[in-house]
């Protein structure tokens, strides 16, 4: 399959996007948070998880699917779309309906979960860092 947009390009919009928002990479901060309150079973602790989520899900359909990447890719206004759905979803169901819950699970999908937020919130950023992508 042929992107339209070549490696290079795709790499730019990540540097653009980065340097524009920067410093906002502390929110890395607010996944360790929800990651955190998952872990422990506070009555409060699904609302917040389920704003820290929409807020995510809301700036990556709008600062970045829309404001960044659609400047190689038409299609990113769809993304974008569905990014701020689905945070719209985290907001009405979990923030004002308490409808969401999330807990880590010891098993074998909560390993696995584990495994991915480690490597999106550590792993990902160091390798990039020392391969010259900061």
């Not at 929110?27 to 704003?51: H, M, N, T």
């Not at 709008?62 to 689905?86: C, R």
């Not at 409808?99 to 010891?106: D, M, Y």
């Amino acid at each position: 399959m042929k992107l339209p947009f070549t490696s290079e390009e795709f790499l730019t919009v990540f540097e653009n996007y980065n340097e524009a928002v920067f410093p906002m990479q502390i929110l890395y901060l607010l996944a360790a948070l929800a990651i955190y309150l998952s872990a422990r079973k506070e009555a409060w602790a699904d609302k917040v998880i389920s704003g820290i989520l929409s807020f995510f899900w809301l700036w990556m359909g709008i600062a970045y699917h829309m404001a960044f990447f659609t400047t190689i890719n038409t299609a990113a206004y769809f993304f974008g779309a569905l990014f701020i759905l689905q945070g719209g979803f985290f907001l009405w169901r979990g923030v004002f309906q308490n409808k969401l819950t999330f807990q880590i699970k010891k098993d074998m999908y909560g390993l696995v979960g584990i495994v991915l937020m480690v490597f999106a919130l550590i792993i990902y950023p160091t390798v990039s860092f020392f391969v010259g992508h900061v």
